[in-house]
């Protein structure tokens, strides 16, 4: 099984709203990323997770807020976000994070931001 | 930077054409990945190619790592309308941050019945 689940599937959220989107594997991977790909572009890698414990942030702005509360389950929490910030919020997961390992991707969270 | 060089950018043939989708790098990659990706959805993985030369085949695509793992391509026999898809190949560093994947920027096929 190499699957990778996020909930929601689309959100429709205002400039003002606090929102979370989920993030779940159980493949017993150890590394778990987000990703945020605008249409027909390649993903931006955003934020990766090493055995539950926060190795990268791409500089993303602190209105995108990370939490890993176990091995399985990854979490993105949104506040004051910004128009330009309504894209295709990926996860992904793959047993490890820092030798070469591929990645399974889930299905996405359409995140429009009004 | 490493930077993954895709081509090309669009292509639109007719069902059961044959068509061919390259990745280029002046940098080496330990491996790399090719993905399939359908509007609102996320890449789904085609295959991993890891050592250099190797050739790998899945139903109609053939998929294929340069010797000196710097280039990779994929191609397509008697393509058909599921095939139609963003197709995205990236790129394991060969050291330093190789927690990270480098994208090409895709190439968006469209394959007419």
């Known amino acids: 099984d190499t699957e990778v689940t996020q909930t929601p599937k689309h959100l429709v959220m205002g400039m003002t709203n606090k929102k979370s989107l989920k993030c779940e594997q159980h493949?017993?991977?150890?590394?778990m990323y987000w990703y945020k790909q605008k249409a027909k572009k390649p993903p931006e890698l955003m934020f990766v997770?090493?055995?539950?414990?926060?190795?990268i942030n791409e500089s993303v702005p602190s209105r995108f807020s990370p939490e890993c509360p176990n091995s399985s389950l990854l979490n993105l929490h949104l506040h004051a976000l910004q128009p330009e910030d309504s894209a295709l919020y990926l996860c992904?997961?793959?047993?490890?994070?820092?030798?070469?390992?591929?990645?399974?991707f889930g299905p996405g969270t359409r995140l429009t931001v009004l | 930077t490493q930077l993954l060089e895709q081509s090309p950018q669009f292509l639109s043939i007719q069902e059961g054409e044959n068509l061919t989708v390259y990745c280029n790098s002046s940098?080496?990659?330990?491996?790399l990945q090719w993905y399939r990706q359908e509007p609102g959805e996320g890449p789904v993985l085609l295959v991993t190619v890891v050592t250099g030369g190797e050739v790998k085949k899945l139903k109609r695509l053939t998929f294929q790592f340069g010797d000196a793992r710097k280039d990779s391509s994929l191609h397509i026999t008697a393509a058909q309308p599921g095939d139609t898809g963003l197709y995205l190949c990236?790129?394991?560093?060969?050291?330093?941050?190789?927690?990270?994947?480098?994208f090409g920027k895709g190439t968006l096929l469209t394959v007419n019945p």
């Open positions: 493949m017993g991977h150890r590394a």
């Open positions: 997770y090493s055995y539950e414990k926060l190795s």
């Open positions: 992904a997961s793959s047993q490890v994070a820092l030798i070469a390992d591929t990645q399974y």
């Open positions: 990236a790129g394991r560093n060969s050291g330093g941050s190789n927690y990270k994947l480098t």
């Open positions: 940098s080496v990659f330990s491996s």
